[in-house]
């Protein structure tokens, strides 16, 4: 770890003022720590957030609910109105880390942690994500953990974040303020930028922007939430993909879905052909394994994750058949109805 | 000092003794120190005053030459005091029992991830940061091969054979030939591996983290060029070794070189990433298993050829096939190995080295051979069992694996398991599996000193306890033997000043340590007789109190002046005349999803027998331990390296998936046969934690078998594998 000022701060238009291109924001610490020791982030400055005020509480809106930057990944799970209306958050938030990680991580850390692209962590390889410009050891690497879609030449990782993926299916929003107090809002599948020529660049998010809360839409009734997680252990391990499923059916058909993955492109996926495939069919088999095929149908960028089209495939399918009632709920997998 | 050789069988003094401690399921002594992190582990101990931080720094090319360190990047930084080079500095850890120093490469690189100098600091933090900043230069040479695809050089063992095998393979009936793959495992061990070294003129302590300090002191000494009598090392607690610390490691070396150089105690802490790259690692094995029968299950031809890899200059090879080589029998048997040669993180023992990865091909193949002779698995293995060892004509010391296989059989359901791909549960499909286990046991040269004063005793050995329980097995020994209650004996161990023990490792440490403090304690028992006046095997000592020839004393009264014996015990001719391994049957049953691929293991079977059981919950601890490490082998250990530099790439333990609670079942059980096996050793025990492992996994890979009807043949099974086999199978 290299040396480095802490500010920390109660008030949030001093810890703006804190921040810049030589700063990272410091909440639950649990990535940004990790990546510190190992000097793949070797920030400045460090500006201590979780003494702000007003980020720590989860509050309802209406129907809608507005949860603080720096509620913790723990309390989010455990919310009783989150466990009722958005349950596929809730499983999505526990399928992920460790107990005490999840007891220090936090609703804004989660959404911004870093790929596990192992070639990122090491500092004795070429990576243009955390060194821009130096190249892409991961090409031609060991790549499993790699991404299938949205890649760029520069740049093949994958983001893993749980969270953000059911985030993505439940169509919730990032509120970020801006360093002269402006707050604005932008959807979750506006939020993160695909790698281009600047991996090192993830978000909308500008230096000394800060991401204050994540907006949640009333959950839409009559629907079903499942989370599936496919992973090398069965717990404790990144995703190698994951499906957020939404889905209605009515009078036999469906009727709504709402579909995103994670684990497969630089930020949650999202592709609505595959939702229009079956808004409107009976559920099947069949269209269930149509609806696969299209969503896998492009090549992987690397040949290490060839496997991922037909495990997002399969991962699908099965996540549409819990969430359609064609199957019975896996164990360890949480479908949950919301009341119509 | 007693010397002792295991020449022929001895009685069986524990079961007569008559106390009742040998075997009772009593708690670690080091139990309390370790969950609640008071347990002084190497780099807890306190830090003596003007105590100096060391970070090691790694070489980033494959091979070459260090030309020269630039400094001008790491000038900033408050607190460095030196980089600390020498030609005394090791490449990598000695090998398991060397004896003597490994490699000391001097500047030159062998594999990407090797220390190439210590950067010594006033902190920690100083230190790390110097290590990672500084800029290296060197001069690359071609390594010459990476990967074990590739490698730069093979080494063709001669056959070792037995029978005519072509002949019975030729003539066989009913065949398989199959080959399997396994990657390189980590050791993973919960403690980073850490030293301390302190110079008191030409004497040098290490506090360190390893496994066999009798061996790690020559090794440290040959390693600094100084007489092992100037060498002292402190291993009282150590978080789990797993074979990366038989050897002094290159920290150890680091810090008494640069404590050295500085005049000032320096302190060397691995962190995590350093663990990966320069500790020993398993070799990943590349085996081709061939079995021949006749129509009715008799095996009539086994053949087991695999290639392992190492780095150039180290003498060990996974001895993949060493199980395979005594379980079955067969008219012709033929084993092959050949190593490559690759510049790459070395390779060593880790956990079980050969049975932990040959029985999973070895088991695994059997079963594809019962799968395709249509006959129960479990009735193919106790078809097959020999009279002898197949290879050497020994006959078995102990052997109750028929009854492990039944008892196992019956008490899992086999019976009921029905036929492969018919169980299902929603989308998840059921099957259940089994494999043999054997691990082969040995007895090493090991010394204890026991100590009896009044009724109170002291067991003192340079033994560790890695967190297996030699410290509370080695009191119930010494209480056993002198009629004494547990409390009543203290045990010292991890000091090489202390009698040279085996050292942990090989699952030898708890019959050979506990072999020479039984024999110490014999040697008391006979002098307290000689006191009383009565011949040893008239003796009894119970609580206390000492009897024989009518006499009776209380020993607080009988031993007024403290009695000191020492003992040694080395193996001798039973080692020859008999052929001793422990044996067990493993059972599992798991859930494979049909979509995902995902496995999870629903329950697990262990029966063993493995001798006396010295202390029933320590050995089931260690047994469950086993088998958990053979569940990961199975379902999730995967150590990556890359193809193009031989880098680790998997470097922490949140890429290097060892198994997590979830994945292990609650309903696992581990059930003991009842043994004594006379001609391993005096007390009449075996190996336990390696026999937990070995088999294990294959029974799981069988289990997806019998679920699925499709086989894999590449460790571990993850979704990936999965989904390709049963896509595959259509
Ligand atoms: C071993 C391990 C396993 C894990 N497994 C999983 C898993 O399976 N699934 C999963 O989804 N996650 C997993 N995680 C990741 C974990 O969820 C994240 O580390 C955690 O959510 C980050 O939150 P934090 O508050 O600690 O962030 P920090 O480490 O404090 O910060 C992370 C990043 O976010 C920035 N940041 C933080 N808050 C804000 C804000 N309010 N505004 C702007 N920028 C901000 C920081 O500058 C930093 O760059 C794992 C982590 C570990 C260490
Ligand atoms: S894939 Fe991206 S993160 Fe990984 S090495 Fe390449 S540039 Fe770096």
């Keep these: 770890m290299r040396s480095f000022d802490f500010h920390q701060s109660g008030e949030i238009g001093d810890a703006a003022g804190a921040l810049g291109r030589e700063a990272a924001i410091i909440a639950g610490g649990t990535n940004l720590l990790d990546l510190m020791k190992i000097q793949v982030m070797t920030p400045e400055r460090l500006v201590d957030i979780t003494r702000l005020d007003g980020l720590s509480a989860i509050e309802a809106d209406g129907e809608n609910l507005r949860i603080g930057a ?55 390889q070429a990576c243009n994500k955390r060194a821009p410009g130096t190249g892409c050891a991961a090409q031609g690497g060991a790549g499993r953990m790699l991404a299938l879609f949205g890649t760029s030449p520069d740049c093949l990782a994958a983001h893993p974040s749980d969270m953000a993926t059911a985030l ?31 991996p090192d660049i993830e978000t909308v998010l500008a230096p000394d922007d800060i991401v204050t809360a994540v907006l949640l839409p009333a959950p839409r009734a009559g629907t079903k939430q499942t989370y599936r997680k496919v992973r090398d252990r069965a717990s404790y391990a990144f995703a190698l993909v994951s499906v957020a499923a939404i889905v209605k059916v009515e009078d036999g058909r469906i009727a709504e879905a709402s579909l995103a993955y994670g684990s497969i492109a630089p930020h949650p996926w999202m592709n609505h052909a595959v939702e229009e495939m079956l808004v409107g069919q009976a559920p099947s088999d069949d269209l269930f394994a149509r609806a696969g095929e299209a969503l896998t149908a492009a090549p992987a960028p690397h040949p290490d994750t060839e496997y991922k089209r037909p495990l997002l495939r399969r991962t699908l399918i099965a996540a549409l058949r819990e969430a359609t009632g064609l199957s019975e709920s896996a164990h360890g997998v949480d479908t949950a109805r919301i009341p119509a | 000092m007693k010397d002792f050789t295991m020449d022929e069988a001895q009685p069986r003094l524990l079961d007569q003794t008559g106390m009742g401690i ?13 969950v609640s992190g008071t347990a002084p582990y190497a780099a807890d101990t306190p830090h003596p005053a003007r105590m100096a931080h060391g970070v090691l720094v790694r070489a980033t090319i494959p091979r070459g030459r260090v030309a020269g360190f630039d400094r001008a990047g790491i000038a900033d930084i408050d607190g460095v005091i030196e980089i600390v080079t020498d030609a005394r500095l090791s490449r990598n850890p000695t090998q398991g029992m060397a004896g003597e120093a490994t490699v000391q490469p001097g500047d030159e690189v062998h594999y990407h991830g090797q220390p190439i100098a210590l950067v010594v600091a006033e902190t920690f933090e100083a230190a790390r940061d110097a290590a990672q900043r500084l800029t290296v230069r060197y001069e690359t040479t071609d390594p010459g091969g990476v990967s074990p695809d590739k490698p730069k050089d093979t080494e063709i063992a001669d056959p070792e054979t037995a029978g005519d095998f072509d002949a019975a393979w030729g003539a066989a009936e009913v065949k398989v030939d199959l080959e399997f793959t396994t990657p390189s495992h980590v050791s993973a061990a919960m403690e980073p591996h850490a030293a301390l070294a302190e110079w008191d003129g030409d004497r040098v302590t290490l506090k360190g983290s390893q496994q066999m300090l009798r061996f790690n002191r020559n090794e440290l000494a040959d390693s600094l060029g100084i007489d092992p009598s100037k060498v002292r090392i402190l291993s009282p607690y150590i978080g789990g070794g797993f074979g990366s610390k038989l050897g002094i490691g290159p920290e150890a070396v680091a810090a008494c070189v640069a404590a050295e150089k500085l005049g000032r105690p320096v302190r060397v802490v691995m962190p995590r990433q350093t663990v ?140 009921d398991r029905g036929a492969p791909g018919s169980r299902r549960e929603g989308d998840w499909l059921i099957g259940m599996g089994v494999a043999s286990a ?18 109170h005793a002291v067991v003192e050995t340079d033994m560790t306890d890695i967190g297996t329980g030699s410290y509370t097995i080695l009191g119930q020994i010494a209480a056993e033997m002198l009629g004494l209650p547990v409390d009543a004996v203290e045990v010292r161990l991890g000091d090489t000043d202390l009698p040279g023990a085996s050292g942990s490792g090989g699952s030898f440490g708890a019959s050979s340590a506990g072999s020479s403090t039984f024999l110490a304690a014999k040697e008391i028992r006979e002098r307290i007789a000689e006191k009383l006046g009565c011949a040893a095997d008239d003796l009894t000592l119970n609580d206390g109190i000492a009897r024989g020839g009518n006499i009776e004393k209380p020993l607080a009264e009988l031993v007024d002046t403290e009695i000191v014996a020492e003992a040694s015990i080395e193996g001798g001719k039973t080692a020859e005349s008999h052929f001793s391994a422990g044996f067990g049957a493993h059972f599992a049953e798991v859930a494979v999803n049909e979509w995902t691929g995902e496995v999870r293991v629903r329950r697990m079977l262990g029966v063993m027998a493995m001798g006396r059981i010295l202390n029933e919950k320590t050995a089931r601890s260690q047994a469950i331990g086993g088998m958990v490490w053979g569940l990961g082998s199975a379902l999730t250990e995967d150590m990556q390296m890359d193809r193009r530099d031989g880098h680790v790439v998997t470097r922490d333990l949140a890429n290097y998936h060892v198994a997590s609670h979830l994945d292990v079942p609650s309903d696992m059980v581990v059930t003991f046969l009842e043994e004594r096996d006379d001609m391993a050793n005096p007390i009449q025990s075996k190996g336990i934690g390696e026999l937990g492992i070995s088999g294990a996994g294959a029974a799981i890979f069988n289990a997806i078998a019998h679920a699925t009807g499709a086989r894999l043949h590449d460790y571990p099974a993850t979704p990936d594998k999965v989904i390709a086999a049963l896509e595959a199978r259509g």
């Excluded at chain 1, 509120?175 to 599948?189: C, K, L, Q, Y």
């Excluded at chain 2, 078809?383 to 019956?410: F, H, I, V, W």
Aim: overall charge positive.
């Design chain 1, 168 to 198: 993505t299916a439940l169509q919730a929003s990032v509120e970020i303020r801006a360093a002269s107090g402006e707050i604005r809002t932008v959807p979750m599948h506006e939020f993160y930028r695909g790698p281009g020529d600047s």
């Design chain 1, 70 to 124: 720096l509620v913790t990944n723990t309390h989010l799970a455990g919310d009783s109105r989150i466990r009722a209306g958005w349950p596929l958050l809730s499983r999505a938030i526990l399928a992920g880390a460790s107990a005490q990680i999840r007891n220090k991580a936090t609703t804004g850390g989660n959404l911004l942690q870093r790929t596990r692209c192992p070639y990122f962590y090491d500092t004795s």
């Design chain 2, 22 to 34: 040998i075997g009772k399921p009593l708690p670690r002594r080091d139990g309390k120190l370790k």
């Design chain 2, 276 to 415: 990966f790259d320069s500790v020993l690692r398993r070799s990943e094995t590349r085996q081709r298993v061939r079995f021949g029968a006749t129509r009715d299950g008799r095996i009539t031809a086994i053949s087991h050829d695999d290639t392992v890899s190492n780095l150039d200059g180290e003498s060990f090879a996974e001895p993949t096939t060493q199980a395979s080589q005594f379980l079955y029998g067969a008219d012709g048997l033929s084993f092959t190995q050949t190593v490559a040669r690759i510049s790459a993180t070395p390779a060593g023992s880790v956990r079980a080295p050969g049975e932990a990865v040959g029985m999973l091909a070895f088991e695994a193949a059997l079963d594809e051979l019962a799968d395709k002779l249509g006959m129960d698995p479990v009735d193919l293995r106790l078809k097959n069992l020999p009279e002898k060892n197949p290879m050497t004509g020994q006959p078995y010391s102990a052997r109750r694996l028929a009854d492990c296989l039944t008892e196992g059989a019956a008490a899992f359901g086999w019976a």
């Design chain 2, 438 to 455: 054997a691990r082969s046991n040995m007895l090493v040269k090991s010394a204890s000193r026991v100590r009896l004063h009044g009724a």
